[in-house]
């Protein structure tokens, strides 16, 4: 019976389980890189607008479709940041916040990865022909198509452009929900993409600026990059100020309870004065950071409040 706990089996069971640890966490490893190349806080972060588009159209009657157009839109989303990061491998690999992903890291290989992305979107894509409607497969392909193909194989690579032709796919999800809810196109659902394509250019500008230097060392255009932080504020000032403009658009809706104008408005000023302090405050990361937190602040804020004051 002592044989059993002799010092050399007990190395051998040591060794066993320091194997068996090893893999383990491999595995874990791999399946949070996997989990990442979808960039889960995106990929989440653009069904809020979706829902609420949904909600407003149906005048907040859920049903099935509901889910599914989630479902549909979370997957194609997914799939798209899956072939982003596969495109912008080289890249990633230049900038400090990204070179750690699990592409440009060589952790998955791009053949696996693509094959990943392109499974996951057009599960998406058949989630919402088949279970909301080919007008919501359409879109979501549009959608695809410019984030994919105009954004992130050509105007993110030589354009300053980019920021806002990219912004035309972040808008999509809105006009999903609505559409899933109502079967069309009617203008309350153009001015929701409207409100998700103008908040965009001075979200992303934030980060631009923030990030500008990794930016100019990756060769990416962006507008802080390429025309300085000066211009950059006007044009986020510029896109602030039509940010209030299509939000009141809404408050004006037969959609809406006025309670909706009132939000709007608080939001609509704190960011409009936000925006014209970037002339004020010196320290322009600071103002930068500021930005864009608020930014996220605003999104949520003017969705929830979409959602709260539904007639």
């Known amino acids: 019976m002592d044989q059993l706990f002799t010092p050399k089996s007990v190395a051998t069971r040591r060794r066993l389980i320091d194997v068996s640890a090893s893999e383990k966490s491999a595995w874990q490893t791999r ?6 190349l979808i960039k889960p806080g995106i990929t989440l972060s653009n069904l809020l607008p979706c829902f609420a588009g949904y909600w407003l159209g149906s005048k907040g009657n859920l049903g099935p479709v509901m889910w ?32 750690n992903r699990a592409i440009p890291a060589g952790r998955i290989p791009v053949k696996q990865a693509l094959l990943y992305g392109f499974i996951v979107s057009a599960t998406g894509l058949f989630t919402l022909y088949t279970f909301v409607h080919p007008l919501a497969f359409w879109l979501a392909t549009a959608g695809m198509g410019v984030y994919v193909v105009l954004y992130s194989l050509w105007l993110k690579r030589c ?21 899933a809810a109502t079967g069309g196109l009617e203008e309350m659902g153009w001015i929701l993409f409207g409100l998700l394509f103008v908040w965009q250019p001075a979200h992303f500008f934030a980060l631009a600026m923030l990030k500008k230097e990794e930016y100019r060392q990756a060769g990416i ?20 100020a039509v940010l209030g403009v299509v939000s009141l658009l809404l408050s004006d809706s037969k959609w809406l309870y006025e309670g909706f104008g009132l939000t709007a408005w608080l939001l609509g000023g704190g960011y409009l004065v936000l925006a014209l302090s970037g002339w004020v405050l010196k320290d322009e990361q600071k103002w930068a950071r500021w930005m864009f937190r608020y930014s996220l602040i605003y ?3 003017i969705l929830t409040a979409m959602v709260l004051f539904t007639l």
Do not use: E, F
């Open 159 to 179: 354009s300053t452009s980019n920021t806002v032709v990219g912004s035309l796919s972040g808008a999509v999800p809105p006009l999903l929900g609505w559409s």
């Open 299 to 301: 999104l949520t804020g």
């Open 31 to 36: 399946v949070g890189d996997y989990i990442q």
């Open 68 to 99: 599914w157009v989630l479902l549909g839109t979370a997957l194609v989303i997914a799939g798209s940041c899956v072939l982003n990061n596969c495109i912008d491998r080289d890249i990633d690999r230049l900038m400090t916040r990204t070179r």
């Open 221 to 240: 255009p962006m507008l802080p990059v390429i025309k300085g932080n000066l211009r950059t504020k006007w044009h986020m000032l510029g896109w602030v």
